[in-house]
């Protein structure tokens, strides 16, 4: 596998908002939609084998092997201050790129790849929860549901995350 | 005939051997698979990729080894120059010069062995005519030997010179308040030798024959450490000193214990591995505890344990077997202790990977890896055990080493003066602001202006007793705590001060008492953490008429940022610069100052921690200078480490300054400086 392509990827991020249409990765994550840049995105896995990191912040699930890598495992439940997952219930994971570092995003359910008009987005409103606001690049009007735009980035800066 | 050679560049062979150690990997997990299934069509193919596998990785390996002689090669001219510098006849002697190690490995140790040398020929041997006096032959010998070992490579550096003199580290050690006298006669000549390994231990009075010799060895131990080796030393006055330092052939890949701790796998590196012992009811070794701390007795010694488990606060599995414990017996340096854990698997080659850069922080572990089986594992930083088991590290067999250790590693400890005042908790103040300890005479404390002062040094301090109940005697001693700032000090009155320890501060209860930042554990016990800039204040309020003094007075509107994620710290600065006449803002994270920025505030200058969960000093001092509205403004970092690389690192992300987080006099100063010189500058 080779890393030498992926720098490439970054910084996509900032300017989401401009362009005229922007093809996004849907999730679901406690019935909420939510949305990652499609250039983003490295792969999607089912169940994975986790092994448990001591000692990290509540938000690191842990790390895992993707084909010789190690990722490390977040996830995007306690990250955005939600109930745990209940056992049962089963999870996916999104593997996203952040400066040369793998991240492995786990979620509820991976959805389809939409490709939306810029005319559908909007900026956050000034009332969500201060946590999702943090992470969150903006909202997109769907048909039938609101679809909350995560930026990457942010999303992996939280407390006890070091210079890289 | 063309040449046999060629040249490749360095980078080409990096990359090819992180390919073939993830071939490696590859190859033992569909070992793995097949040894779950008989009879495979694929054994015998597999098998073949096996031999090739093995073969290439022994190849590639090979083209990263060099002969260590490579390191070597200007060491006889080094030799030669100081041979004639100090006009004493040196033969340097070179063993073992074609053993190969790993190009990574020899670049990291060439100048450690260079230190070595020239300390071995400088300080270890004497002159010719001392030489021949205590009947040697008048040349003195230096001795390199470099050979294989069980996957190591050890080079020893001996010297057939006077060997350390026990008495002379004694003395340093008690005057550098490394040791008591007491602690001493303790012990053995082995550990007081270790003292030359402490950072600092010889720079005050290099006029002293022996002390010389320490020069630079922390540095030195440090450097070995980082590439996971180790440093013996072994010497006999009169006979000489012999260094061994053992090394791994090479970093990249290393033999690791695998062992398992409620129900997680961990990998132990080899290197510091010594033994393993099972401890069971039944078995000729048992754990027992003094105080709860478990501890093992081994030939006749007492080994101390650290529970893994506890260290890395895992859950304990239900139904684990509480009878069986196995003991990796572990050493960093000459510390040895053991590492409790529930079982114990095979060693296995592991290739360390650095941990995701949000798990940095976490000083237990170096790295981690991908086993055989595929999946990931952790791998244990014997050092960073060794200096998170702080409590258990003051036992026998490693005192001076670990001490050591833990002041290379432990930043967030601080010295803490325990003290009686005004009865309840026994109370605490951090050292480094204590200026002094004094001890007055009731007698000789007058009244001046209602407020008790005595005269010190020339001029009146004032004094302030904590417990407000307290009354002045005409007799007796009082110990008093005194607070220096700038030309000005202030004395706190306790009744009884009580030790000295070197503890995490963790304020676990916040006070609502004025003058008390809250109640810490320390020393066992509860204590309450007293915040001494409240003292500070009421001395200097009522004492100097207002907030400030003429020194400052230029400085008074200076705003002051103050970034640091700490609330002790913050409690702690908070009061002392604004005594020192400076307008403070603080805020708890490197974003909040951002945030700052973009709001329009603006300030004089910045003092930021570097340390920082989120974003870190250091990215905080680029974000600021890279075109942000506050890039002109002056930046000091504040850092519990303060050594040249780090300097130099906070200056290239943009700091102007670095203190010591404890210092608070260099602050001030530096503070001073950084805004006149800026001022000069603007």
């Given at each position: 596998?080779?890393?030498?392509?992926?720098?490439?990827?970054?910084?996509?991020?900032?300017?989401?908002?401009?362009?005229?249409?922007q093809?996004?990765?849907?999730?679901?994550?406690a019935?909420q939609?939510?949305?990652?840049?499609?250039?983003?995105?490295?792969?999607?896995?089912?169940?994975?084998?986790?092994?448990?990191?001591?000692?990290?912040?509540?938000?690191?699930?842990?790390?895992?092997?993707?084909?010789?890598?190690?990722?490390?495992?977040?996830?995007?439940?306690?990250?955005?201050g939600?109930?745990?997952?209940p056992?049962?219930?089963?999870?996916?994971?999104?593997?996203?790129?952040?400066?040369?570092?793998l991240?492995?995003?786990?979620?509820?359910?991976?959805?389809?790849?939409?490709?939306?008009?810029?005319?559908?987005?909007?900026?956050?409103?000034?009332?969500?929860?201060i946590?999702?606001?943090?992470?969150?690049?903006?909202?997109?009007?769907?048909?039938?549901q609101?679809?909350?735009?995560?930026?990457?980035?942010?999303?992996?800066?939280?407390?006890?995350?070091?210079?890289? | 005939?063309?040449?046999?050679t060629i040249?490749?560049?360095?980078?080409?062979l990096?990359?090819?051997?992180?390919?073939?150690?993830e071939?490696?990997?590859?190859?033992?997990?569909?070992?793995?698979?097949?040894?779950?299934?008989?009879?495979?069509?694929?054994?015998?193919?597999?098998?073949?990729?096996?031999?090739v596998?093995?073969?290439?990785?022994?190849?590639?390996?090979?083209?990263?080894?060099?002969?260590?002689?490579?390191?070597?090669?200007?060491?006889?001219?080094?030799?030669?120059?100081?041979?004639?510098?100090?006009?004493?006849?040196?033969?340097?002697?070179?063993?073992?010069?074609?053993?190969?190690?790993?190009?990574?490995?020899?670049?990291?140790?060439?100048?450690?062995?260079?230190?070595m040398?020239?300390?071995?020929?400088?300080?270890?041997?004497?002159?010719?005519?001392?030489?021949?006096?205590?009947?040697?032959?008048?040349?003195?010998?230096?001795?390199?030997?470099?050979?294989?070992?069980?996957?190591?490579?050890?080079?020893?550096?001996?010297?057939?010179?006077?060997?350390?003199?026990?008495?002379?580290?004694k003395?340093?050690?008690?005057?550098?308040?490394?040791?008591?006298e007491?602690?001493?006669?303790?012990?053995?000549?082995?550990?007081?030798?270790?003292?030359?390994?402490?950072?600092?231990?010889?720079?005050?009075?290099?006029?002293t024959?022996?002390?010389?010799?320490?020069?630079?060895?922390?540095?030195?131990k440090?450097?070995?450490?980082?590439?996971?080796?180790?440093?013996?030393?072994?010497?006999?006055?009169?006979?000489?000193?012999t260094?061994?330092?053992?090394?791994?052939?090479?970093?990249?890949?290393?033999?690791?214990?695998?062992?398992e701790?409620?129900?997680?796998?961990?990998?132990?590196?080899?290197?510091?591995?010594?033994?393993?012992?099972?401890a069971?009811s039944?078995?000729?070794?048992?754990?027992?505890?003094?105080?709860?701390?478990?501890?093992?007795?081994?030939?006749?010694?007492?080994?101390?344990l650290?529970?893994?488990?506890?260290?890395?606060?895992?859950?304990?599995?239900?139904?684990?077997?509480?009878?069986?414990?196995?003991?990796?017996?572990?050493?960093?340096?000459?510390?040895?202790?053991?590492?409790?854990?529930?079982?114990?698997?095979?060693?296995?080659?592991?290739?360390?990977?650095?941990v995701?850069?949000?798990?940095?922080?976490?000083?237990?572990?170096?790295?981690?890896?991908?086993?055989?089986?595929?999946?990931?594992?952790?791998?244990?930083?014997?050092?960073?055990?060794a200096?998170?088991?702080?409590?258990?590290?003051?036992?026998?067999?490693?005192?001076g080493?670990?001490?050591?250790?833990?002041?290379?590693?432990?930043?967030?400890?601080?010295?803490?003066?325990?003290?009686?005042?005004?009865?309840?908790?026994?109370?605490?103040?951090?050292?480094?602001?204590?200026?002094?300890?004094?001890?007055v005479?009731?007698?000789?404390?007058?009244?001046?202006?209602?407020?008790?002062?005595?005269?010190?040094?020339?001029?009146?301090?004032?004094?302030?007793?904590?417990?407000?109940?307290?009354?002045?005697?005409?007799?007796?001693?009082?110990?008093?705590?005194?607070?220096?700032?700038?030309?000005?000090s202030?004395?706190?009155?306790?009744?009884?001060?009580?030790?000295?320890?070197?503890?995490?501060?963790?304020?676990?209860?916040?006070?609502?008492?004025?003058?008390?930042?809250?109640?810490?554990?320390?020393?066992g016990?509860?204590?309450?953490?007293l915040?001494?800039?409240?003292?500070?204040?009421?001395?200097?309020?009522?004492?100097?008429?207002?907030?400030?003094?003429?020194?400052?007075?230029?400085?008074?509107?200076?705003?002051?940022?103050?970034?640091?994620?700490?609330?002790?710290?913050?409690?702690?600065?908070?009061?002392?610069?604004?005594?020192?006449?400076?307008?403070?803002?603080?805020?708890?994270?490197?974003?909040?100052?951002?945030?700052?920025?973009?709001?329009?505030?603006?300030?004089?200058?910045?003092?930021?921690?570097?340390?920082?969960?989120?974003?870190s000093?250091?990215?905080?001092?680029?974000?600021?200078?890279?075109?942000?509205?506050?890039?002109?403004?002056p930046?000091?970092?504040?850092?519990?480490?303060?050594?040249?690389?780090?300097?130099?690192?906070?200056?290239?992300?943009?700091?102007?300054?670095?203190?010591?987080?404890?210092?608070?006099?260099?602050?001030?100063?530096?503070?001073?400086?950084?805004?006149?010189?800026?001022?000069?500058?603007?």
């Amino acid at each position: 596998m080779s890393n030498a392509k992926l720098p490439a990827k970054r910084g996509k991020t900032e300017e989401t908002i401009v362009s005229g249409s922007q093809d996004f990765v849907t999730m679901t994550i406690a019935d909420q939609m939510f949305g990652i840049p499609v250039l983003q995105v490295q792969d999607v896995l089912g169940h994975q084998r986790i092994t448990r990191i001591p000692l990290a912040p509540p938000e690191v699930a842990g790390s895992l092997n993707l084909r010789g890598r190690i990722v490390t495992a977040i996830d995007v439940r306690l990250r955005l201050g939600l109930p745990a997952r209940p056992k049962d219930k089963p999870k996916m994971s999104i593997v996203v790129d952040l400066r040369g570092e793998l991240y492995s995003l786990i979620v509820d359910s991976v959805g389809e790849v939409l490709s939306l008009s810029s005319e559908d987005f909007e900026r956050n409103p000034a009332t969500l929860d201060i946590r999702w606001r943090e992470v969150s690049t903006g909202i997109y009007r769907l048909n039938n549901q609101l679809m909350v735009v995560l930026d990457v980035s942010r999303l992996l800066n939280f407390a006890n995350m070091e210079a890289a | 005939m063309a040449a046999q050679t060629i040249r490749v560049n360095v980078d080409l062979l990096e990359n090819l051997m992180t390919m073939v150690s993830e071939l490696v990997l590859t190859r033992n997990q569909l070992l793995q698979i097949l040894r779950s299934q008989k009879d495979s069509e694929f054994a015998a193919p597999l098998q073949r990729l096996n031999h090739v596998t093995s073969e290439l990785q022994e190849g590639v390996m090979k083209t990263r080894m060099q002969p260590i002689g490579n390191a070597w090669a200007k060491l006889p001219r080094l030799v030669r120059d100081l041979a004639h510098e100090l006009g004493k006849k040196i033969d340097l002697q070179m063993l073992g010069a074609d053993t190969e190690l790993d190009r990574q490995v020899l670049e990291l140790i060439k100048d450690p062995l260079t230190h070595m040398v020239r300390n071995s020929a400088d300080h270890g041997l004497e002159t010719g005519a001392d030489r021949q006096r205590s009947g040697k032959s008048e040349t003195g010998r230096v001795t390199l030997n470099a050979y294989h070992e069980g996957g190591h490579i050890i080079i020893e550096i001996s010297d057939d010179g006077r060997g350390l003199d026990i008495e002379k580290i004694k003395q340093k050690a008690v005057q550098n308040g490394l040791a008591t006298e007491a602690e001493l006669t303790t012990m053995s000549d082995q550990q007081i030798q270790q003292f030359i390994m402490k950072p600092g231990f010889s720079t005050a009075a290099r006029v002293t024959s022996v002390s010389g010799r320490g020069v630079g060895m922390d540095v030195v131990k440090t450097n070995i450490e980082k590439i996971g080796g180790t440093i013996e030393m072994k010497s006999t006055k009169g006979k000489g000193s012999t260094f061994i330092i053992k090394i791994p052939l090479t970093l990249a890949i290393v033999s690791a214990l695998i062992v398992e701790c409620a129900g997680e796998r961990f990998a132990i590196p080899q290197i510091s591995v010594v033994e393993l012992v099972r401890a069971a009811s039944d078995s000729e070794h048992t754990i027992e505890r003094l105080k709860g701390t478990p501890v093992l007795r081994l030939r006749n010694r007492l080994l101390p344990l650290v529970s893994l488990q506890s260290l890395l606060r895992l859950d304990r599995e239900d139904g684990a077997n509480d009878d069986e414990t196995f003991i990796v017996v572990t050493q960093v340096g000459t510390y040895t202790f053991g590492i409790m854990v529930d079982r114990v698997f095979d060693t296995e080659e592991i290739v360390v990977k650095p941990v995701a850069p949000i798990l940095r922080h976490i000083e237990m572990f170096s790295g981690n890896t991908i086993l055989g089986d595929g999946s990931v594992i952790m791998i244990l930083d014997p050092n960073g055990i060794a200096s998170a088991s702080g409590e258990i590290t003051i036992s026998e067999g490693g005192r001076g080493e670990t001490t050591a250790v833990q002041t290379a590693r432990q930043d967030d400890r601080m010295a803490l003066l325990l003290f009686m005042a005004g009865g309840g908790a026994p109370k605490a103040v951090p050292l480094s602001l204590v200026a002094r300890l004094e001890d007055v005479d009731m007698a000789s404390i007058e009244l001046s202006n209602g407020q008790p002062v005595v005269q010190y040094r020339g001029k009146l301090m004032p004094l302030v007793p904590i417990d407000p109940a307290f009354e002045r005697h005409n007799e007796g001693r009082q110990p008093v705590l005194v607070f220096a700032d700038g030309d000005r000090s202030m004395g706190l009155i306790v009744d009884e001060i009580l030790d000295i320890v070197e503890e995490k501060l963790v304020v676990q209860l916040a006070a609502d008492r004025p003058g008390y930042m809250g109640s810490a554990i320390i020393a066992g016990k509860a204590t309450d953490v007293l915040d001494a800039g409240h003292y500070l204040t009421r001395a200097y309020k009522d004492w100097f008429g207002s907030s400030s003094s003429e020194s400052f007075e230029e400085e008074r509107a200076h705003r002051v940022l103050l970034v640091d994620d700490s609330p002790f710290f913050r409690n702690l600065l908070t009061p002392l610069l604004s005594v020192a006449g400076y307008s403070v803002t603080t805020v708890e994270s490197a974003n909040e100052a951002l945030n700052l920025c973009e709001a329009g505030e603006s300030f004089d200058v910045i003092v930021s921690d570097i340390e920082m969960p989120g974003m870190s000093g250091l990215e905080f001092a680029q974000a600021v200078r890279n075109g942000s509205r506050w890039q002109d403004t002056p930046l000091v970092a504040l850092s519990s480490h303060a050594s040249a690389r780090d300097l130099d690192r906070g200056r290239q992300a943009g700091f102007d300054d670095y203190v010591a987080k404890f210092d608070r006099d260099a602050l001030l100063y530096t503070l001073a400086q950084t805004l006149s010189e800026h001022r000069g500058a603007a």
